[in-house]
Nanobody
Framework: QVQLVESGGGLVASGGPLRLSCVAS????????MAWFRQALGKERELVSG????????DYADFVKGRFTISRDKDANAVFLQMSGLEPEDTAIYYC??????????????????WGRGTQVTVAS
């Protein structure tokens, strides 16, 4: 089966760092643009960051403000989100998602066809 599994979430203090991991299995995702989305309680799902299948092109939401870095390891079939300077407003479930092969990063969650189950990030105030 094709699967994305997130890990690394948890409870962190304001200003703290956290590293999220997304490990894919079932097939290679080297030809897929990948992204991190988040969804806070009562809010719509929103793009945090994406990385294109080329392994280089990256997009970040405005609210990231230079605090996060997305990366991928194609040999490990994994995507990462290194976060620092976390704020209570960052509290949400963070999801890993994939676009169909060869497609670019977009901000629309409906454009992504494979999703992980999410990992909770809670930033204490």
């Amino acid at each position: 089966q094709v699967q994305l599994v997130e890990s690394g979430g948890g409870l962190v203090a304001s200003g703290g760092p956290l590293r999220l991991s997304c490990v894919a299995s079932g097939r290679s995702f080297s030809t897929n643009s990948m992204a991190w989305f988040r969804q806070a309680l009562g809010k719509e799902r929103e793009l945090v960051s994406g990385i294109k299948w080329d392994g280089w092109t990256r997009d970040y939401a405005d609210f990231v403000k230079g605090r996060f870095t997305i990366s991928r390891d194609k040999d490990a079939n994994a995507v990462f989100l290194q976060m620092s300077g976390l704020e209570p407003e960052d509290t949400a479930i963070y999801y890993c998602a994939s676009r169909p092969s060869w497609q670019p990063i977009t901000t629309n969650a409906n454009d992504y066809d494979i999703w992980g189950r999410g990992t909770q990030v809670t930033v204490a105030s």
